[in-house]
């Protein structure tokens, strides 16, 4: 008899992959940075709706928009890494990140944030912002998300944002 485990697991438990079920986002997971990392490669596994398995390469595609520009989303309710951006879902009380970035608080998201599927599309306000250098660890609002920036180029970029400007993020 012999078993193997073919997953990692993160700290606090979950799987250091993507987990999703029914399209819903259980669980981003996280992408290593060389090759000698075990999650260097997006791969997943999956049953289809007619009960076949899967096992492929995935590529995720996750953007906000504000005032007509796009930009990348690169990870999920994740720890924000240099020059990364990460969007915050309900499922956080707070961003729990430090001073170098800049964090956006929507509002008014109709579907709210709780439980996030792929092909999402969560349009809401900007309630309010930190400018890089400013403290981050955002309160997430009850039917909102906060964008976390931690790229000088983009946060410049973001800066003159207004209060109350439409916001769009699709995953």
Known sequence: V??????YFLSNGMPANLLARNNEIINYGILGSTTESPTQNPVAFGISSTG?????YYEM??????????????????TRDPNKTVIYSESNAK???????????????AQGTKSLKLGDVLEGTVKSKTVYGQPGNSVVPK?????SIQNKVIA??????????????SL
């Open 143 to 147: 039917n909102g998300y906060v964008i």
């Open 61 to 78: 595609k996750h953007t906000f928009e504000v005032g007509g520009v796009t930009y990348t989303i690169d990870s999920i309710d994740a």
């Open 95 to 109: 961003t729990g990140t430090n001073e170098w970035g800049m964090e956006i608080v929507v509002e008014n998201v």
């Open 52 to 56: 076949k398995a899967i096992a492929d």
């Open 2 to 7: 012999g078993a193997i485990n073919s997953a």
């Open 156 to 169: 410049a970029q973001l800066s003159e944002i207004a209060i109350g400007a439409p916001i769009k993020a």
